[in-house]
């Protein structure tokens, strides 16, 4: 709902017990989800509804474990990523069997908590566990459960049908809040009570979404709202369909029971990898995995990495000067912009060199060398401020610039701007090495 709307149906008095200066200000924070509707005391009980209804995020917030490796997800707002962005990339759960050896499942998940994958200046990991009951043995369930969580501090996920055997694993790891698989027509009772003594959130599963929609009803009544919805999904094609439905049903309001996170079980549809990438690309909020080869690991988070990032906001790095291979004053100095992926990808070329330099970053709001030049924001009014104000005079003893070889066309303005003479590099930073070998003599 559009903030003049909700200007509407307030009582406009501008009393301030919301804490915001006008009504006006308080709509268009509600407008973008930054306040609650119950901030406003003057609000009759039929508008709140209203107001509630049509201002909460289409998909709830649902996190799964607790402290640092906790996992939220939900809360998106489009469906496709160029429309806004998608904000909480799904959690990826690497399964274990109560039916593996104890050193076995032990190893998975030192892999997963221990696993990182450092790219463009983050590092990225996997999310958690998700425990399969393949024993029917309560017991073994709960101890296999234990195992994954103990010490572990990873998220869970509890994947069983009898509710028993989730009564044994939450005595144990409960105060985890694992994410609870899942309540189907036929139990979802039991489990329902279940989760809501532990305060856990539990995964809905049934046949298509509108079954789905149906038992999360049931279960938001019974008083568990912490929900996600699991399609059942026989094949990679099932998955897309059922996902897509659901996610349109929840953006554009027509079905709210279906406005929760979804829940992708990859291990029965084969193909891993692309199943995998099918739940990052297409709305999946918890994807459970079976134990991944490495190349499948950097993969996936990379893929995750790139589809959860604000494609209107370039992942940048700050702006500076700086030094690689520890160099000295005759190093040369190196033209870059503070486009992430541009600045990584040169840092690793210039440190597997070992030819000791300066990288020179300027600021081009994350755009990378060849969009910079094009849209104007590499200049050489850019380069000249930025050159002062990194004190790159006095860390170097002589005015040579190396620019990109995309930056060409600008060399003759930044000659004249900065006084430096300007050396034109490559345009691809694999032949970066073997030109400054050729080419930089000081
Ligand atoms: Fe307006 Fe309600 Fe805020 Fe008062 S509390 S200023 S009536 S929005």
């Known amino acids: 709902m559009k903030a003049l709307e909700i200007y509407k149906l307030l009582p406009k008095t501008n009393c301030k017990k919301c804490g915001h200066p ?30 509630g209804g049509a201002t909460r995020p289409p998909v709830r917030l ?44 032990r190893s998975i998940v030192e892999t997963v908590r221990e696993r990182v ?25 709960a101890e296999t459960v234990a195992l994954a969580g103990g010490g572990s501090a990873l998220p869970l996920v509890l994947i069983a049908s009898d ?28 489990i329902v009570a279940l989760a809501k003594r532990y305060g856990c959130p539990l995964a809905v599963r049934a046949a298509d979404p509108a079954g789905l929609a149906v038992i999360a009803r049931e279960c938001a009544d019974a008083g568990v709202s912490d929900l996600m919805l699991d399609p059942a999904p026989r094949s990679l094609r099932d998955y897309i369909a059922a996902a897509t439905e659901i996610r349109r049903g929840a953006i554009g309001r027509t079905e709210p029971a279906l406005g929760y996170p979804i829940f992708l079980d990859t291990t029965p549809l084969g193909e891993t990898d692309a199943a995998l990438a099918a739940g990052i690309l297409k709305y999946a909020g918890i994807i459970v995995v079976p134990p991944l080869p490495s190349a499948s690991v950097e993969a996936a988070l990379t893929l995750r990495q790139n589809i959860y990032t604000d494609p209107q906001k370039p992942i940048q790095v700050t702006p500076g000067l700086y030094p690689v ?48 030049v094009a849209g104007g924001k590499l200049t050489e009014t850019l380069v000249a401020d930025s050159l002062r104000n990194f004190r790159a005079p006095e860390l170097v003893n002589h005015r040579l610039l190396i620019i990109p070889g995309y930056a060409a066309p600008l060399s003759g303005k930044i000659e004249d ?26």
């Open 22 to 51: 006008t009504c006006l200000a308080f709509a268009m924070k509600l407008a973008t989800g930054k306040v609650e509707v119950e901030a406003c005391p003057d609000l009759d009980s039929g508008t709140k509804a209203l107001l």
């Open 62 to 105: 649902v996190e799964v474990g607790v402290g640092e490796r906790s996992v939220a997800v939900g809360e998106e707002f489009v469906l496709f990523r160029h429309e806004k962005t998608f904000y909480h990339p799904p959690g990826i759960m690497v399964q274990v069997s109560d039916t593996w050896p104890e050193e076995r499942v």
């Open 117 to 141: 994958v450092h790219r463009v200046g983050m590092d990225l990991v996997l999310t958690g566990v998700a425990v399969r009951d393949e024993s029917g043995s309560p017991d073994r369930f």
């Open 163 to 190: 509710p028993v055997s989730h009564e044994a694993a939450l005595a144990v790891a409960g105060h985890y809040q694992p994410l609870v698989h899942a309540a189907t027509e036929e139990n979802w009772q039991d």
């Open 325 to 372: 291979n520890e160099p000295g004053r005759g190093a040369p100095v190196l033209l870059t912009v503070n486009f992430s992926l541009t600045y990584f990808t040169l840092l690793g070329y210039l440190e597997a060199s070992r030819i000791p330099s300066y990288l020179f970053v300027v600021d081009t709001e994350g755009l990378s060398v060849l969009t910079a």
């Open 417 to 442: 701007a900065t006084g430096w003479k300007v050396m034109v590099g490559p345009r691809d930073a694999a032949e970066l090495a073997g030109y400054l070998e050729k080419e930089w003599v000081v």
